[in-house]
């Protein structure tokens, strides 16, 4: 076991875990955040997506020792009243149907429109590559990040 301060939507939060332990599971177990899903364990699946300074990563396969001092963000920390353009183009289009994997595919999305507030179809599908929606809701999906893309400028 070891000590880790780690910078988690805003707030600093300690945690004596196995440094190998997956961020995935210190956020679920260890912080109460059960936002992050698992899904595949092998970063194949996109559920546990989540950001890392910003970035979308797959926290099933990032060690808590890798996190060093960089901000997570888990879909609670995108807006904890679902503010954020991609939430409510989410309910607007009606994506989810099981929802399990739904705020690893926002995360994603968040992340795409944080870097490019204007993609393309081919951006989408890029940034989208890897997150697996069961239920199939790809077409909603992509509607709702051009909605979102809109309502962010």
């Known amino acids: 076991m070891a000590s880790f301060t780690l910078k988690v939507n805003g707030k600093q939060h300690q945690v ?6 997956p961020i995935l599971w210190v ?65 607007e289009h009606d994506v989810s149907q099981c929802g399990y994997c739904q705020a690893g595919q926002m995360m994603s999305a968040a992340a795409l429109l944080s870097q490019n507030p204007n993609p393309t179809d081919k951006d989408i599908d890029n940034a989208m590559n890897g997150n697996i929606c069961r239920c199939g809701t790809y077409i909603r999906i992509k509607d709702a990040i051009k909605t979102a893309a809109k309502n962010l400028s």
Do not use: F
């Open 27 to 91: 956020l679920r177990d260890n912080i109460g955040l059960v936002g992050t899903k698992y899904g595949c364990g092998i970063a194949q699946c996109g559920s546990c997506t989540v950001h890392l300074n910003g970035n979308a990563v797959r926290a099933c396969v990032i060690p808590v020792s890798g996190v060093g001092d960089a901000e997570i963000t888990t879909i609670e920390g995108l807006s904890p009243k679902a503010e954020h353009a991609v939430q409510q183009a989410w309910i």
């Open 16 to 21: 004596d875990v196995d440094p190998d332990t």
